[in-house]
Structures are given as structure tokens and as C-alpha cells.
């Protein structure tokens, strides 16, 4: 049994500053900048690539025209959904491209808007989040609180996820929310983008029912469930620190968790922390970097995921009351 998942002082030396590391974790200025390198060209590429996939495997299940094909689509989607996710992580940090304007209109237009997120509210709660994980405005302490938690708990958190309730709690206040003013252009700008992947769909495959099978279905149930997966194991029962050691999960990054719902390298959780205007393909050579300072060791970081997920939901059952 777990009590807590804040790994122990004596697994978190002191030792920062470093040779190439300031007290805070980041690396020297020299060091930095090129760290901090946005690679236009590439992210451009990523970008590309991620709606090439998702027309192949789409148009590939409307081509094979069998329930195993419709099958396959829609659990990959649920992959594909974790990397438009990243990339729109990556815009709101304003580090998918150098130029801004660029960086914020094919971050929203292309990558958030598409898979229901306004991202210009994304970015300040995202940013509510960085400022201080598990302070008293942490925008997501709730979902990121209750751990280590019991294994039924955990269970039936992930089959609200798997059915659709927790999707539907995201979906019916981004319909909701097109009533108000404040909100109203937002709701409808992402609800128009889905109108037009619908009849893109709809006229490439001549089936009105494949946008709501393979695109908004894998949405409000598959990704929700992996998306909770990612979350819990970068921050679940953690706490409030300057060490964010502290406030993040490390954990040793395999292939298969790196296309499943880790891509973009963000499975480097702890990196990102440290220093959140690393690009993503820049986080494991700042991993690297931490490991070799010694702030991350091996005491640190768990094997895989499936051994924190484990910790995470290792708490005591409740006794079970017997009658007389």
C-alpha cells in the first residue's frame, strides 16, 4: 500500500545549483538557448503528419467498408487525439512556431478548435496550472488530488471515462456556453470547424454517420480515458513545492506508451516543469541534462507506467462492514 506518491526528501538531493543548472532546475543561459530552439520547419511537418494520419485512417476504415475496419479507425483515433492534444499544448505555450500570429491561428484553427478545445481558455488555466501545481489556484487539483486512491475508485473513474460521461461534461457546456456573450464567438468558431469535418467526411466517404462514429465518438470515450491515464501519471497526488520533483511524476518512456498517449515527448513531464519554454523536441536532452546534475535519479523514476498507475490506485479498500 501507498500513503503518498511525494517521493521522500532523502530520494530528492539537493543538489542545484549545477555546473550547467541554476537553483531552480534551468539550464545556464548558454545552455538555454539552444534548448529553447523552436523548429518551425518540423512542427510544420508534425502538424501535417497528424491530419495525414487521421485522413488514412479514416478514409482507410470507410474503403475496407467492414466492422473490423470501423474498429481499428476508431481505436486508433484515440492515439491520434493525444497528439493533436500535445501540439495544442505546445501552442498554448507559444512554442509550436516562432512567429505568434502563426503560432496561435494554426494552433487554434488547426489543431484545437478541431478536437473541441478553446484554447485561448486552455492557456490561462494552463497557465494558472504551471504557476503553482497544487497551490490554492490550481485550476485542476481535483482531478489531480485524490491519489493514491483504491483500485475500485480508479476503475470507476475510468468506465465513466469509457462511456461517455465524462465526455459528455466537456461536451455540454461547450454547447451551453455558445449562449453567452463572452464565450458565444469561440463556442461557435469550434462548432463551425466541426461542421466542416463533418461534410468533409460526409462527402469524401458518402456516409453521413462516420464523422460521429470515428471522430466525435473516440472524442467523448476513448480519449478520455487515455487522456486521464497521461494526466494522473504526470501530476496525480502530488503536492504544492518549489522542488518539482514534488509536484511531478517521472517516469522511464517506452515506444509503446510514446504512441499510445505519450507522443511529442511529453511522457518528459518532469523537464516540461522545470522549464516550460523547452519545446517539445528539445525535452529529453533537458532530461538529460536534470539526470546528469543528479536532480532526477533512478529513485525517482518508475520503470513504466503501468507500475505508477498501480501506486496511484493502491490505497486501502474500506473495510467491509459484516452483519451479526
Known amino acids: 500500500m501507498v500513503t503518498t506518491m511525494v517521493p521522500d526528501l532523502t530520494n530528492r538531493p539537493d543538489v542545484l545549483p549545477s555546473e550547467r543548472l541554476l537553483a531552480n532546475g534551468m539550464a545556464l543561459p548558454e545552455i538555454r538557448a539552444a534548448l529553447r530552439h523552436i523548429s518551425n520547419d518540423r512542427n510544420a511537418i508534425s502538424v501535417a503528419m497528424v ?86 489556484n490550481e485550476p485542476d487539483l481535483a482531478f489531480y488530488g485524490p491519489y493514491p486512491c483504491t483500485r475500485t475508485a480508479l476503475r470507476r473513474r475510468l468506465f465513466r471515462d469509457a462511456v461517455g460521461i465524462s465526455g459528455w461534461k466537456n461536451f455540454a457546456p ?50 478520455r480515458v487515455l487522456n486521464r491515464l497521461r494526466s494522473i501519471a504526470e501530476h496525480g497526488g502530488m503536492e504544492q513545492s518549489k522542488d518539482r520533483r514534488a509536484t511531478s511524476h517521472n517516469v522511464h518512456q517506452s515506444l509503446l506508451a510514446r504512441f499510445w498517449f505519450v507522443p511529442y515527448n511529453t511522457g518528459w513531464h518532469l523537464a516540461h516543469h522545470v522549464d516550460m519554454g523547452v519545446p517539445w523536441r528539445n525535452l529529453p536532452a533537458f532530461h538529460t541534462e536534470l539526470v546528469r546534475a543528479g536532480y532526477v535519479t533512478d529513485t525517482i523514476t518508475y520503470p513504466n507506467y503501468r507500475a505508477l498507475w498501480k501506486a496511484l490506485s493502491s490505497a486501502d479498500e474500506p473495510a467491509v462492514k459484516v452483519a451479526a
Request: proline letters at 5%.
Open 51 to 136: 491530419w495525414f494520419w487521421t485522413a488514412l485512417i479514416i478514409g482507410g476504415a470507410a474503403w475496407l467498408n467492414a466492422w473490423w475496419g470501423f474498429l481499428i479507425a476508431f481505436v486508433l483515433m484515440g492515439p491520434m487525439y493525444a497528439r493533436f492534444a500535445i501540439l495544442m499544448h505546445e501552442s498554448a505555450h507559444k512554442l509550436l512556431f516562432t512567429n505568434k500570429r502563426w503560432n496561435d491561428w494554426i494552433g487554434m484553427w488547426l489543431v484545437a478548435y478541431p478536437v473541441f478545445t478553446p484554447v485561448q481558455l486552455y492557456r490561462r488555466v494552463h497557465f494558472a496550472h504551471h504557476k503553482d501545481e497544487f497551490g490554492p
Open 174 to 223: 461547450l454547447v451551453k456556453n455558445t449562449r453567452h456573450a463572452p464565450f458565444r464567438s469561440i463556442g461557435l468558431s469550434i462548432f463551425g470547424v466541426q461542421a466542416v469535418l463533418w461534410a468533409i467526411t460526409w462527402t469524401a466517404t458518402g456516409r453521413w454517420w462516420i464523422y460521429p462514429l470515428l471522430w466525435w465518438l473516440p472524442w467523448m470515450t476513448q480519449w
